[in-house]
C-alpha cells in the first residue's frame, strides 16, 4: 500500500499531504521522486512538520492560514487528492487546482458530526482562478 493510500485510509494521521501541479515542479527534481504521480501532478505525503514546511516553501504561504482561508469557501475536492471542483466556475478561467494541502484528523465522537462517523480528510484547495476552497469526508466515504 502506498503512503497515499495509507493516508486516505486514515492510517497516516500524523502526516499532510500535498497535491502540486506539473508546473509547479521541475520534473527531474527531487519532489517527483518523494511522491506518487497523478494525471497532473504529484501527490506527496510527508510528516506534519516537514509538510507544512513544504507547503510554505512551494507557495509562499503558511499552510494552516491558507486552510482557515479556504474553509470559508465550500467546493469538491476528488478523494484522491488529484484534483477538484472549483466553486467560481461560471468564469471563463481555468478552473483547475494549483495546488491542495490536505491532513486527517482521528475519529471524535465527543465533537459530533462528521467526526462521530469515523476518521476525517479536511483537504483546501487553491485554484487557477484564485478562489480558495475546501473539502472534508470521512474516511471510505470519498
Known amino acids: 500500500m502506498s503512503k497515499l493510500d495509507e493516508f486516505l485510509a486514515g492510517e ?4 499532510v499531504a500535498l497535491y502540486l501541479t506539473h508546473e509547479y515542479l521541475d520534473s527531474q527534481g527531487k519532489i ?6 497523478v494525471e497532473n501532478g504529484y501527490v506527496l505525503v510527508v510528516p506534519g512538520d516537514n509538510g507544512r514546511r513544504a507547503f510554505a516553501a512551494g507557495t509562499g504561504m ?4 491558507f486552510a482557515q482561508t479556504a474553509m470559508g469557501t465550500d467546493g469538491d475536492i476528488d478523494g484522491d487528492l488529484s484534483g477538484g471542483v472549483c466553486p467560481d466556475t461560471a468564469t471563463d478561467e481555468n478552473h483547475e487546482p494549483k495546488f491542495i494541502f490536505s491532513f486527517a484528523e482521528a475519529q471524535n465522537e465527543e465533537v459530533g ?20 476552497y475546501s473539502d472534508r469526508w470521512v474516511v471510505d466515504d470519498a
Open 62 to 65: 503558511d499552510a494552516m492560514e
Open 113 to 132: 458530526g462528521l467526526y462521530e462517523e469515523g476518521d476525517v480528510i479536511h483537504a483546501y484547495a487553491k485554484c487557477e482562478c484564485g478562489t480558495a
Open 12 to 15: 497516516r494521521l500524523d502526516d
Open 32 to 37: 517527483p521522486n518523494m511522491g506518487e504521480e
